[in-house]
Every structure is written in structure tokens, then in C-alpha cells.
């Protein structure tokens, strides 16, 4: 039997959460806001945040990758993304060509990103936000049973472009739709396991070099599960 919370508390929880964190409007398709910007045709950028829950609050990782058309990382670029209404310099790492950052808190707002080097850029990528999400079912620390349906159901305040739904055993690509079974032959005992759902937005650089992509993934993962086998 499944470890339970009334599901109404939580919903209520997160609804004020999501509030807080992203003022987007939940009918218009996340893709609609998706602008490949302009550029030069002279970078090959591939931009990704990565947002994640972590004890202390909302983590994100920025990660962007800079190189011109023979290949040769480019250094020493103007990277910037425009996160929670306020734009966030994106330095050079230890690695030529490769730009990081790390900023504590969700965002509010679509993200915008802008790479420029000398005569070579691009500029005005816009990316929706797809706001955060919260695993309803299955709880943390629940116990499961072993070899049946296992039925994962989550809320968020925006439809993702896509989702992907895993644990250490099983993977499946997913609709944002809130709620996904997982084959009762795919569920094999364990006595400490977990399940993630991360979803996704991500947009082409239309000025960019082929292969030029700006992306956001948020994560959500349920921790300490039990999947007990029958008796």
C-alpha cells in the first residue's frame, strides 16, 4: 500500500509555489513563445539550463558551449542570459569556449539568451519558461509493491514541449500530461530507489551555426522508495 497525503494539501502547496515563480500564461503552447533570434550564421552555440530542487531551494545551471565554423572553441565572448527578469553574465570557465554559472531561485518570465565575440553573434534567442513541477504520486519514503502498475501523477503550471520520466531500472519518454503508468513489469523490487521527472523547452538558434540550440530542463526527483515484493 502506498504511503498517502491528502493530495488536495499538496496541490494547494504547489499552486502557491508556482505562483510565486512564474507568471506565465498556462494556455498559450510554451512553444509559441519560442524565438531563434538573429546572428551572423558565424557560432555554433549550444545553451542549457538545467533547474533542479535541491534542499536549499531552486538550483540553476547554466551551461554554454561556444565555437566558431572550423570547430576552435571561441574565447572571451559576451555570454548572457536574461533569467527572472534579470540578466545574468555567464563567464568563461577554466575551459576555452565553455561558459558557467550558477543562480539560486526559479525563474519568472521567458529566458533570453545572447552570445557575442567581435563581428561573430547572435542575439535575441527567446526561450518560454516552462515554470516547475511537484511528483504528486508516488510520495517519498513511499513503499511500493513489486511487479505491479505504477502510477506516477504530477502537476505544473505550464504544458512542457516534452517530458521524460526515469529511475535507475526504466526510462520513458512522456506527454506533459500530469499523470503516466509505469508497466508493472518494469517495477522489480528494491529497497531504496527513486523516480525522476525532468521536462523540457527548446529552441533552434535561427542565427546561428547548425546544430545551434537553446535548451531548459527542470527536474523533480522522488527519493527513498521502497519497492517491496509480495509476501
Not at 187 to 198: K, Q, R
Amino acid at each position: 500500500m502506498y504511503k498517502t497525503t491528502s493530495e488536495a494539501i499538496l496541490a494547494l502547496a504547489f499552486a502557491a509555489l508556482v505562483a510565486s515563480c512564474s507568471n506565465a500564461d498556462p494556455i498559450e503552447p510554451v512553444e509559441d513563445k519560442n524565438n531563434g533570434g538573429t546572428g551572423n550564421q558565424t557560432l555554433l552555440v549550444v545553451a542549457e539550463v538545467d533547474l533542479e530542487l535541491n534542499t536549499g531551494g531552486f538550483l540553476a545551471d547554466f551551461f554554454v558551449d561556444v565555437e566558431d565554423g572550423s570547430g576552435a572553441p571561441v574565447s572571451g565572448a559576451a555570454v548572457t542570459i536574461v533569467w527572472n527578469r534579470s540578466t545574468v553574465t555567464v563567464p568563461e570557465s577554466g575551459t576555452p569556449g565553455i561558459y558557467e554559472a550558477l543562480v539560486t531561485g526559479a525563474a519568472s518570465g521567458d529566458l533570453k539568451l545572447d552570445v557575442v565575440k567581435d563581428d561573430m553573434y547572435v542575439r535575441d534567442v527567446v526561450l518560454g519558461n516552462i515554470g516547475i513541477q511537484a511528483v504528486l504520486e508516488p510520495l517519498p519514503d513511499a513503499t511500493l509493491p513489486a511487479n505491479e502498475d505504477l502510477t506516477v501523477r504530477w502537476v505544473s503550471d505550464l504544458k512542457a514541449q516534452s517530458a521524460s520520466l526515469f529511475s535507475p531500472d526504466w526510462d520513458f519518454d512522456v506527454e506533459d500530461n500530469g499523470e503516466f503508468v509505469v508497466p508493472g513489469a518494469q517495477v522489480d523490487p528494491s529497497s531504496s530507489t527513486w523516480i525522476e521527472l525532468e521536462r523540457y523547452n527548446e529552441v533552434e538558434i535561427a542565427g546561428g551555426l547548425s546544430g545551434s540550440y537553446f535548451k531548459l530542463e527542470v527536474e523533480y526527483r522522488v527519493e527513498g522508495l521502497e519497492i517491496a515484493a509480495a509476501l
